[in-house]
């Protein structure tokens, strides 16, 4: 036989025991719901969560990975501009030096071509050793080859340097003296643009390898993302249809609460 007691409404505690746990897990549920994370912190799941932040940690320092190769490309873009304006310039010096070799041109033509021939030689240099981003050169001889990061754990990819100076080039100080000199400056011209060709073909290739390697490291990170959303990421469709379910069952629990709570004012029936 049950105990009629207004000291002790065991209705009453069983009701708000199922009220708490319902508010508790109401609680949890429209933290995800505010968050979008169903871990948002340690205390919901400490082994998941410090999974989740290594990953997130590297993701983060794909940045870095992806800035540094950034440059890398942008260097190298800048190093091969200044190669497609040298090749120009070469085409153009053997061109002169074509010209001038004809033995029939008087002292002020020859004279005439030697001046352009120079300034183009000059142009060359400046191309070169103006080549630069950031500060940063492969093409003028300052540097043999540059580092640039690969992947978080520090490592690296190196490009090297491919110098496109006069002295990279072979032609150091080269002139044109008479029309003999001027036919053998051929050859000279023709090597270096070989050379030139060659160099730009291995900065090429390099750029090709950064560009690559930099989609690489796109994709790794989005994967580095995705992985930490499956982890830590809340479904918010089932997070929704849950919260409705919670708060219906909340207010029957308040409901059934209060009845349980008026069963006690039922024992002054017995004093009347």
């Known amino acids: 036989m049950a105990l009629n007691s207004i000291n002790t409404n065991s209705g009453a505690l069983i009701a708000l025991q199922n009220l708490n746990t319902t508010n508790a897990e109401l609680q949890t549920t429209q933290q995800r719901i505010n968050t979008g994370k169903k871990i948002a912190s340690a205390k919901d799941n400490g ?48 061109e002169k030096a074509l010209a001038a070799s004809d033995t029939s041109l008087n002292t002020t033509s020859f004279n005439a071509l030697k001046a352009d021939y120079e300034s183009l030689r000059d142009q060359i240099e400046k191309a070169a050793t103006n080549a630069k981003f950031n500060g940063i050169s492969i093409s003028d001889g300052s540097t043999t080859k540059l580092t ?90 089932k997070e929704s249809a849950k919260l409705q379910s919670l708060q219906t069952k909340q207010q029957l629990g308040i409901q059934a609460l209060s009845i349980a709570n008026s069963s006690s004012s039922s024992i002054l029936s017995l004093f009347r």
């Open 47 to 94: 082994a998941i969560w410090a999974m989740a932040k290594t990953q997130q940690g590297t993701s983060n320092s794909m940045n870095a990975v992806k800035d540094s190769l950034q440059r890398g490309q942008s260097t190298i873009d800048v190093a091969l501009a200044a190669g497609d304006t040298i090749t120009d310039l070469l085409g153009k010096m053997k």
């Open 148 to 237: 640039f990061l690969a992947n978080s754990d520090g490592s690296g990819f190196t490009v090297n340097a491919k110098t496109l100076t006069l002295a990279g080039l072979n032609l150091t100080g080269t002139t044109i003296t008479n029309a003999a000199d001027a036919k053998a400056k051929l050859t000279d011209l023709g090597n270096a643009i070989q050379t030139a060709t060659n160099k730009l073909a291995s900065l090429g290739t390099a750029s090709t390898g950064l560009d690559t390697h930099l989609t690489f490291v796109g994709k790794l990170q989005d994967s580095l993302d995705a992985g930490v959303g499956n982890l830590v990421d809340a479904d918010l469709a």
